[in-house]
T-cell receptor, first 113, second 115 residues
Framework: TQLLEQSPQFLSIQEGENLTVYCNSS?????LQWYRQEPGEGPVLLVT?????EVKKLKRLTFQFGDARKDSSLHITAAQPGDTGLYLC?????????????FGKGTKLSVIP | NAGVMQNPRHLVRRRGQEARLRCSPM?????VYWYRQLPEEGLKFMVY????????ESGMPKERFSAEFPKEGPSILRIQQVVRGDSAAYFC?????????????FGEGSRLTVL
């Protein structure tokens, strides 16, 4: 069974601070996605990474896929209250012939004005 | 373009009743997935369907749960004889290509409460 561990589970920071959240596994994934979910809503896809070592930037968000494709990080620069939400990572493994995404439990981020 | 549409958004059932949750995928998407999210838990895969076919139902409980995606109309997740443990948010997602790209578009979810 593939597992994705996300840390920290909760994070509360002041507006303007930088932060990094992590997504780790002992398994290799062929792709990894980051989603953001707000209360009462469905997850919204932020980014997909597929190549080991890949770095993608989305405005103030920087996503990195580990060289071994077992872990990923999300770095937010100068956090804003609008960044508040639950950040979920999810891994897919086409090599295993599986059709499902494995989700972590998420990091709940609160950005205080 | 409209996103993934789920209804009802909220559903209350008493133990033993049936719950039917509907999902219309995004236009042009023929792959549909159902995930369940329990409080303080991550999203758990239930089933993957293409039109008229169940491709992978490895995450579905063996009893009381069924899913379909008919040629016409929305995908339906059906839970018979609901129990309190079925209370959760049920999310439907769709994709244009198969699941290996991992780029799923989720609906806003249907929140089932079993009294």
């Amino acid at each position: 069974t593939q597992l994705l561990e996300q840390s920290p589970q909760f994070l509360s920071i002041q507006e303007g601070e930088n932060l990094t959240v992590y997504c780790n596994s002992s398994s290799v994934f062929s792709s990894l996605q980051w989603y953001r979910q707000e209360p009462g809503e469905g997850p919204v896809l932020l980014v997909t990474v597929v190549t080991g070592g890949e770095v993608k930037k989305l405005k103030r968000l920087t996503f990195q896929f580990g060289d071994a494709r077992k872990d990923s990080s999300l770095h937010i620069t100068a956090a804003q209250p609008g960044d508040t939400g639950l950040y979920l990572c999810a891994g897919g493994d086409s090599g295993a012939g599986s059709y499902q995404l494995t989700f972590g439990k998420g990091t709940k981020l609160s950005v205080i004005p | 373009n409209a996103g993934v549409m789920q209804n009802p958004r909220h559903l209350v059932r008493r133990r033993g009743q049936e719950a039917r949750l509907r999902c219309s995928p995004m236009k042009g998407h023929s792959h549909v997935y159902w995930y369940r999210q329990l409080p303080e838990e991550g999203l758990k895969f239930m089933v993957y369907l293409q039109k008229e076919n169940i491709i992978d139902e490895s995450g579905m409980p063996k009893e009381r749960f069924s899913a379909e995606f008919p040629k016409e109309g929305p995908s339906i997740l059906r839970i018979q004889q609901v129990v309190r443990g079925d209370s959760a948010a049920y999310f439907c997602a769709s994709s244009r290509q198969g699941p290996y790209t991992g780029e799923l578009f989720f609906g806003e979810g249907s929140r089932l409460t079993v009294l």
